[in-house]
């Protein structure tokens, strides 16, 4: 799998992956493009940055980034089949990011859809705001089959 670290290309390191006698987290599904699914990852903290590297397959491309700068940039150069943001950066919010990438001119992403990562815990009024900007959303810490029913939902893979 290749990851682009917003400008930098990196290959997955190798203790990432399961191991050989390990069966997948889940099969890309077979009725959908030939290409494998692009990701623009939105996270400031490395370690979910990490974990979402881990749980989707080594197929998959991966774009990286820990600030809505570098996030903006890859929106306006890459096309992309799922979002995912994390609402509350030192520089910015998710929020701006899906405002960025469906209303900005050089976007290439205009319709792609958003899922929201947080760690806050919302108000029912909150959450709800949550739910008409972003298909879903995901509470850190969250599980790994949080992870797979969204993308599921999202038929990057079949279950």
């Known amino acids: 799998m290749r990851h682009r670290l917003c400008s930098t290309t990196l290959s997955r390191p190798k203790t990432l992956g399961p191991s050989p006698a390990a069966p997948p987290l889940f099969e890309p599904s077979p009725t959908l493009n030939v290409d494998p699914p692009q990701l623009l990852v939105l996270d400031d903290h490395a370690d979910t ?82 739910k008409e900007e972003f298909e879903t959303y995901l509470t850190k810490p969250f599980r790994k089959s949080d992870f797979v029913e969204i993308v599921c939902k999202h038929e990057l893979i079949k279950p």
Request: net charge positive; aromatic share 6%; with cysteine.
């Open 49 to 130: 940055r990490l974990l979402i590297t881990y749980l989707c397959p080594s197929s998959w491309h991966l774009t990286l980034c820990a600030t809505c700068a570098e996030a903006q940039s890859a929106l306006t150069t890459q096309r992309f089949d799922l979002l995912i943001l994390d609402i509350q950066l030192p520089d910015g919010s998710g929020r701006d990011v899906l405002r960025f990438a469906r209303r900005h001119r050089n976007s290439r992403n205009n319709d792609v859809p958003a899922v929201a990562v947080t760690a806050m815990a919302y108000t029912s009024a909150k959450t709800q705001r949550l």
